[in-house]
């Protein structure tokens, strides 16, 4: 629903600009019609892509991202004196075997690793196997964060900045007003900080994320996952 949102705001965008300045010349008015429905098709397709594309690199199971925070909301984490329970949901797992799972227990030296009649699989592994995991987790979400510095999407992004349990993103923009795709982008940011929580037993009340001027240093916006469906 987001994504169709999205592009609808994007068409709508472009269809008046360049509908603003027509002439009476019917000729040029058909001309600026059929390029008006070129630049919808085209606003139509990255507004699709535009949150998904982020998220491939933290998940490649999903990427619709409000599917994505609800399936990292399963996750669960017990950390013990010396060992860590985790069971992570069928839609980060995909489909498997007990027979795979016994493999990958004795290749990666876990403790555990039961498949359960939901799909999940439930992990038992030491503390340190545990703190490898998490900084994996870190490390795609630095990875992703980076890719969208300055990309085709972001253009106008010079820097993002994550505090150490990725609760808080400054995002710094040479915007002076943030555009649709970077007002958007929250949506990731969200779903990298939810993920980095559940998978280190510290899920998140919030993840905040400023965007921040890149010439005047003021926060232009402020965005809270908390806000996420409250209706506004």
Same mark, same amino acid.
């Given at each position: 629903?987001?994504?169709?949102?999205?592009?609808?705001? =994007?068409?709508?965008?472009?269809? +008046?600009?360049?509908?603003?300045?027509?002439?009476?010349?019917?000729?040029?008015?058909?001309?600026?019609?059929?390029?008006?429905?070129? *630049?919808?098709?085209?606003?139509?397709?990255?507004?699709?892509?535009?949150?998904?594309?982020?998220?491939?690199?933290? +998940?490649?199971?999903?990427?619709?991202?409000?599917?994505? =925070?609800?399936?990292?909301?399963?996750?669960?984490? @017990?950390?013990?004196?010396?060992?860590?329970?985790?069971?992570?949901?069928?839609?980060?797992?995909?489909?498997?075997?007990?027979?795979?799972?016994?493999?990958?227990?004795?290749?990666?030296?876990?403790?555990?690793?039961?498949?359960?009649?939901?799909? +999940?699989?439930?992990?038992?592994?030491?503390?340190?196997?545990?703190?490898?995991?998490?900084?994996?987790?870190?490390?795609?979400?630095? $990875?992703?964060?980076?890719?969208?510095?300055?990309?085709?999407?972001?253009?106008?992004?010079?820097?993002?900045?994550?505090?150490?349990?990725?609760?808080?993103?400054?995002?710094?923009? *040479?915007?002076?007003?943030?555009?649709?795709?970077?007002?958007?982008?929250?949506?990731?940011?969200?779903?990298?900080?939810?993920?980095?929580?559940?998978? +280190?037993?510290?899920?998140?009340? $919030?993840?905040?994320?400023?965007?921040?001027?890149?010439?005047?240093?003021?926060?232009?916006?402020?965005?809270?996952?908390?806000? =996420?469906? @409250?209706?506004?």
């Amino acid at each position: 629903m987001k994504k169709q949102f999205l592009a609808i705001l =994007l068409a709508g965008t472009l269809a +008046s600009s360049m509908l603003a300045g027509c002439g009476s010349s019917h000729e040029q008015n058909e001309q600026q019609a059929e390029q008006v429905e070129e *630049k919808v098709e085209e606003a139509s397709s990255e507004a699709t892509e535009t949150v998904s594309e982020t998220l491939e690199a933290a +998940s490649e199971e999903s990427s619709d991202v409000l599917e994505e =925070l609800e399936a990292i909301g399963d996750v669960d984490v @017990d950390k013990n004196l010396f060992d860590v329970t985790i069971t992570i949901p069928k839609d980060f797992i995909g489909d498997t075997t007990q027979e795979e799972l016994d493999k990958s227990v004795a290749e990666k030296g876990y403790q555990s690793a039961i498949l359960n009649d939901d799909g +999940s699989v439930t992990y038992v592994m030491t503390k340190a196997q545990h703190k490898e995991l998490v900084d994996t987790v870190a490390k795609q979400i630095d $990875n992703a964060t980076a890719e969208m510095i300055g990309s085709e999407q972001y253009p106008n992004i010079t820097s993002i900045q994550a505090n150490s349990d990725y609760t808080k993103f400054t995002v710094t923009t *040479k915007s002076s007003e943030l555009s649709l795709s970077e007002s958007f982008s929250v949506m990731a940011f969200y779903t990298f900080g939810g993920m980095y929580g559940v998978f +280190s037993g510290e899920k998140a009340d $919030n993840i905040q994320v400023e965007f921040v001027n890149a010439d005047t240093g003021e926060v232009m916006n402020t965005a809270n996952s908390k806000d =996420l469906g @409250d209706g506004n």
